[in-house]
């Protein structure tokens, strides 16, 4: 990958979004813009297309020789592909949002919004999850950075699994949107883009850990 269209992809592209976002908010009228974050809007078939194409990264990884001489980051590596494959199917409702099946009524009772998924029937397997990966967002992707730039030491047994750089810009545009999320009232649904943000990142990390492993090999 050229150092252009590396840039491009973990700086410009994430900041570009967050720019689009922006126009549309102010530019489009308030019920398309609840359409296109809409569950079988544009908005979600993109962050279903990330979080996939992160699972595949994942699961390249597992088939890698360099992953294989370690058992923990195999460990490691196949908790970020159950993970991606788990959002992959949430966010499509695990084909509802292609093939637009109705949902049976007995689940429609336990699902909160009467989709034929997990994420909306308990705290636990939806805002939890996510609070987890957006405390790993801002420590990978802010905290251990900045550290880095200004010469803090590290646990290096950790070293090979740490974030890089790459993802900085990715992790700040997540915790921008998280704080427009909190004041309320600027974005349509700003946890959609957050959204985005976060399947972005794993998809980033991933393809930078395999960039690693390469090199080291």
Request: aromatic share 14%; net charge negative.
């Amino acid at each position: 990958m050229s150092v252009n269209i590396q840039y491009f992809f973990v700086i410009w592209l994430p900041a570009l979004v967050l720019i689009a976002q922006s126009f549309l908010e102010v530019l489009t009228p308030e019920a398309q813009l609840a359409a296109l974050h809409s569950e079988y809007g544009p908005h979600e078939m993109v962050q279903s297309l990330v979080i996939g194409a992160a699972a595949l990264v994942a699961l390249r990884l597992l088939f890698m020789s360099e992953t294989r001489q370690s058992p923990w980051l195999i460990g490691w590596v196949f908790i970020a592909f159950v993970a991606a494959v788990y959002v992959t199917g949430e966010e499509l409702s695990w084909g509802q949002h292609v093939f637009e099946w109705r949902t049976p009524e007995y689940w429609q009772n336990l699902n909160d919004q009467g989709e034929t998924n997990l994420h909306n029937t308990s705290s636990w397997l939806d805002q939890k999850p996510r609070i987890m990966l957006e405390i790993g967002v801002l420590v990978g992707g802010i905290v251990i950075p900045l550290l880095r730039r200004f010469q803090v030491s590290l646990p290096q047994k950790f070293s090979l699994i740490y974030p890089t750089d790459h993802v900085f810009t990715t992790a700040l545009m997540a915790l921008i949107v998280t704080i427009i999320d909190k004041i309320g009232g600027i974005m349509e649904r700003p946890s959609e883009v957050e959204e985005f943000y976060l399947f972005y990142f794993v998809l980033l990390y991933l393809v930078y850990l395999r960039k690693k492993l390469l090199s080291k090999a």
